[in-house]
């Protein structure tokens, strides 16, 4: 066995996405203002009341309202309800995984997605579907060229139904004649990928007939941020010949630092994490500490005084996460999605809440009274 043996992802084979036992129609999913809310306690619309007084104070001082989310808020066809959010101005920057920007935009493009992840594993075609990797790859490839991040390249894609590929010759004189620029390397990607699927330039015409329904649009459009925040080998985009972890890993780069940046108005403000077991807490704090250095560093005073609501359908290990987290041979010690965000400096509060019941009440409070 040769232990240096890498895996040749020139040779694998991707479908057409419309070939697809797609599992979720966004005709199907998506869920509108108006429509029958769904039953909820009354302990938890009374934290949901809590929130929007605090997001209410927030907007007033002018501090970050941040939501972060996992995919399961975009598969439960929360989408419209998130977008009225953000038009009416509750939502200062907006956060997911690679999964969640994966299923915006193929709602957006097909208006399906979604597939059984056991059969296609077995038979070797789970993620393997053309269009979805390779427009990805294509807005996060030409967004660099702006200095774009993941989340506002995927947005404007969707927005502008596509994007323009350069001359191949003009990606060789701006290599040539800045070598050693910020966006040499991102110019480089482009240029391999182009030659290496023989791509020409010009315009690649994407339809997006389902926008509407895409959190990444409505972000574009509002000018709100959005960033994603992917890991390389997470998400399906890997299943392609075009896979690029470096053009990933710059988009995710400067995602990171396009969140931190709103962080830094985070004194004040409030985080929403729905459904964001993993990567919520993780990039969060990172990007915390590092907005707390650089203010310490300048003779000011780390963030304290924010906000975090964490909702999650588990029970939260049965802990009162008021207290501070558990001791490590507690289970509840474990869950990263309560320890993480219980570190942070601010107050923490847990609500055990499916995203959909969530939503759909924080959205009645904010946009219908």
């Known amino acids: 066995m ?17 070939d697809r036992q797609h599992l979720s129609y966004v005709n199907d ?18 934290k949901i009341y809590a929130i929007e007084k605090k ?6 001082k002018g501090a970050s309202a941040v939501l972060i989310y996992g995919a399961h808020l975009i598969k439960n066809g929360l989408a419209v309800l998130v977008n ?5 101005g509750w939502l200062t920057h907006i956060a997911t995984n ?3 920007s994966i299923h915006d935009w193929e709602l957006a493009h097909l208006g399906a997605s979604t597939e059984s992840v056991e059969r296609g594993v077995a038979e070797g075609t789970f993620g393997a579907w053309n269009e979805t990797a390779k427009n990805i790859h294509l807005a996060i490839l ?39 620029n910020q966006l040499t390397a991102a110019r480089a990607d482009l240029l391999y990928i182009m030659r290496h699927l023989s791509l020409m330039s010009g315009p690649i015409d994407v339809v997006h007939p389902y926008r509407k ?20 080998g997470y998400d399906i985009i890997a299943n392609h010949p075009i896979f690029s972890g470096s053009a990933i ?55 304290t005084d924010h906000s975090i609501y964490v909702v999650d359908i588990q029970d939260g290990g049965q802990w009162d996460w008021k207290q501070g987290e558990p001791p490590k041979t507690n289970p509840a010690y474990y869950l990263r999605f309560c320890k993480s965000y219980s570190r942070m400096g601010g107050q923490m509060e847990y609500i055990q809440c499916d995203n959909t019941t969530f939503i759909q009440h924080l959205h009645r409070i904010l946009i219908d009274q």
């Open 2 to 18: 040769d232990p240096a043996k890498k895996l040749d992802l020139s040779k694998l084979r991707v479908y057409p996405l419309r």
């Open 29 to 46: 999913i998506i869920i509108h203002p108006g429509d029958t809310l769904l039953p909820i306690s009354d302990s938890h619309l009374q």
């Open 55 to 60: 997001l209410r104070k927030a907007r007033d």
């Open 84 to 88: 009225e959010l953000i038009e009416a």
């Open 98 to 100: 690679g999964a969640g």
């Open 142 to 180: 030409t967004g660099a060229l702006d200095s774009l991040g993941y989340g506002q390249s995927l947005g404007r894609f969707i927005c502008e139904n596509g994007c323009t590929l350069p001359k191949e010759s003009e990606l060789v004189e701006a290599i040539i004649r800045q070598p050693a």
């Open 213 to 232: 329904t895409s959190i990444l649009a409505s972000a574009w459009l509002h000018n709100v941020p959005f960033t994603v925040h992917p890991s390389i």
């Open 249 to 303: 890993g710059r988009a995710g780069e400067w995602d990171f630092k396009l969140f931190g940046g709103s962080l830094e108005d985070l004194d004040g403000g409030v985080t929403l994490s729905v459904g964001s077991a993993i990567m919520g807490p993780q990039v969060f704090e990172k990007a915390l500490n590092c907005v707390n250095n650089i203010k310490i560093e300048k003779g000011g005073c780390a963030v």
